[in-house]
């Protein structure tokens, strides 16, 4: 299973990203996807995460309100929505997928940096 995230840049405050991330190579409607970041010196951290059939969303205090995930199963990819970003928003995004029988968090994608200035 690979997994390519896309979408970073360099945006001020206030503004707007929409990551994706494409899955190749698995059965992509079986993942529940997660959205994870990480800044320099700090471990990663979860953002949220889509259930398997998109039913469900789960997002980390911080960003719910502004940030919204989802998905297209027909293009197996995975968005992240990204509306009203702080500096603090600053860092590598990583999509995840879920190994369905492990329940962990198994394929990883590269990472895509975001960049938030005042």
């Known amino acids: 299973v690979q997994l390519q995230a896309s979408g970073g840049g360099r945006v001020q405050v206030g503004g707007s990203l929409r990551l994706s991330c494409v899955v190749s190579?698995?059965?992509?409607?079986?993942?529940?996807m997660g959205w994870f970041r990480q800044v320099p010196g700090k471990d990663r951290s979860y953002v949220g995460s889509?259930?398997?059939?998109?039913?469900?969303?789960y997002y980390v205090n911080s960003v719910k309100g502004r940030f919204t995930i989802s998905r297209d199963n027909a293009k197996n990819t995975v968005y992240l929505l990204m509306n009203s970003l702080k500096p603090e928003d600053t860092a590598v995004y990583y999509c995840?997928?879920?190994?369905?029988?492990?329940?962990?968090?198994?394929?990883w994608g590269q990472g895509t940096q975001v960049t938030v200035s005042s």
């Open positions: 995840a997928a879920e190994d369905p029988e492990k329940r962990l968090y198994e394929w």
């Open positions: 190579g698995g059965t992509f409607s079986r993942y529940g």
């Open positions: 889509i259930t398997a059939n998109g039913a469900n969303t």
